[in-house]
């Protein structure tokens, strides 16, 4: 029995993953988006494509990832996107451990680069801030 892909709640996983809110993802697609609207988005089996490939953007998780993920496949899905050199990460995991632990190692990595993207960025905007009251 072949099992059904729900894009949005493969929207919802990779969000969660990345330790990113509803509000933050409302904000990264525009105005007309909001937490409520992400919310239902991610209630959807099929989402249109300009769509997920706005989303994709703003994860930085390709669109074949909503459309096609299974279990099997999220671990390299998620070493892919830490092997692509653009961002500044030289990421390459290897595992002798089964899959579930796999799958956990993988998401801590992803959460520990998604704090460190944070506080470059909340640095960023500090010398910013002083740049501007200068």
Do not use: C
Not at 32 to 40: A, D, R, V
Not at 116 to 121: D, H, I, T, V
Request: glycine share 2%; charged share 35%; hydrophobic share 35%.
């Amino acid at each position: 029995m072949e099992q059904k892909i729900h894009q949005g709640r493969n929207v919802k996983r990779f969000r969660e993953m990345l330790g990113i809110k509803q509000e933050a993802l409302a904000l990264d697609l525009g105005d007309e988006w909001n937490q409520k609207k992400i919310s239902l988005l991610e209630q959807k089996d099929v989402i249109e494509e300009d769509l997920l490939k706005a989303i994709s953007n703003a994860l930085r998780i390709p669109v074949e990832a909503f459309q096609n993920f299974d279990e099997e496949q999220a671990v390299n899905i998620i070493s892919n996107t830490f092997n692509d050199q653009s961002n500044g990460y030289n990421y390459y995991p290897t595992f002798n451990i089964n899959p579930i632990e796999k799958w956990i190692e993988a998401l801590d990595e992803i959460k520990r680069l998604n704090e460190e993207l944070q506080k470059s960025k909340d640095e960023q905007i500090k010398t910013l801030e002083k740049l501007i009251n200068k």
